[in-house]
Nanobody, 118 residues
Framework: QVQLVESGGGLVQAGGSLRLSCAAS????????MGWYRQAPGKQRELVAR???????NYAESVEGRFTISRDNAKNTVYLQMNSLKPEDTAVYFC????????????WGQGTQVTVSS
């Protein structure tokens, strides 16, 4: 059974910072990519940032220059450092991982709330 466990969400004032973590555990043979999506009330889930095995990254235009995604390959953990947060960053943030396992490929975390007050 593969699980993604997220941590690090919370309430912060505009201009502040938060760091999200997501650890993948279980029978993981290989990681293709890991990343973060977010979903605000009444909006569709959108990609925030993704890191591919090998280190290539891509970001949503709205977070470019403010957010940084990184990964600890040994721990199958991905991080999202969020700086200069804005109220429009308020959303539930979901970890996503595309893995090679014995039981599936695409996995999601349970979500963590990020609220940015103005």
């Amino acid at each position: 059974q593969v699980q993604l466990v997220e941590s690090g969400g919370g309430l912060v004032q505009a201009g502040g910072s938060l760091r999200l973590s997501c650890a993948a555990s279980g029978n993981i043979l290989s990681v293709i990519h890991m990343g973060w999506y977010r979903q605000a009330p009444g909006k569709q889930r959108e990609l925030v940032a993704r890191i591919i095995t090998g280190g290539n990254t891509n970001y949503a235009e709205s977070v470019e220059g403010r957010f940084t995604i990184s990964r600890d390959n040994a721990k199958n953990t991905v991080y999202l450092q969020m700086n200069s947060l804005k109220p429009e960053d308020t959303a539930v943030y979901f970890c996503n991982a595309l893995l090679i396992t014995t039981s599936g490929r695409n996995y999601w975390g349970q979500g963590t709330q990020v609220t940015v007050s103005s």
